[in-house]
């Protein structure tokens, strides 16, 4: 059974840093891209970085270019995204998922993500 668990949010200054950790199960983790995405209030959600099976690539959305870095971590079936400079645009739900598009409506499940609050 696929299960996603993201946790590291909370609230965070502007310019502050968080770093989020994405654990997965139920598929095969070690071979599979895994992105983080995000949703804003009244917003869509949306690509935040995508990360390769190998960890050889990254990509992220312009919004998260020079602030944030995805990694696979050591930890087995553990992605992390660490955050940087914030900015209270980035206050969403934070959610991971498994694959390598960067659209939010081909992926049929969803945990329950990770709320990141950045607010003075």
């Not at 983080?36 to 390769?52: L, M």
Request: proline content about 4%; aromatic content about 14%; glycine content about 12%.
């Amino acid at each position: 059974q696929l299960k996603l668990v993201e946790s590291g949010g909370g609230l965070v200054q502007p310019g502050g840093s968080l770093t989020l950790s994405c654990a997965a199960s139920g598929f095969m983790f070690d071979d599979s891209a895994i992105g983080w995405f995000r949703q804003a209030p009244g917003k869509e959600r949306e690509f935040v970085a995508t990360i390769s099976w190998n960890g050889d690539t990254t990509y992220y959305a312009e919004s998260a270019k020079g602030r944030f870095t995805i990694s696979r971590g050591n930890a087995k079936n553990t992605v992390y995204l660490q955050m940087n400079s914030l900015k209270p645009e980035d206050t969403a739900v934070y959610y991971c998922n498994f694959g390598s598009s960067m659209e939010p409506s081909d992926y049929p499940y969803w945990g329950q993500g990770t709320q990141v609050t950045v607010s003075s």
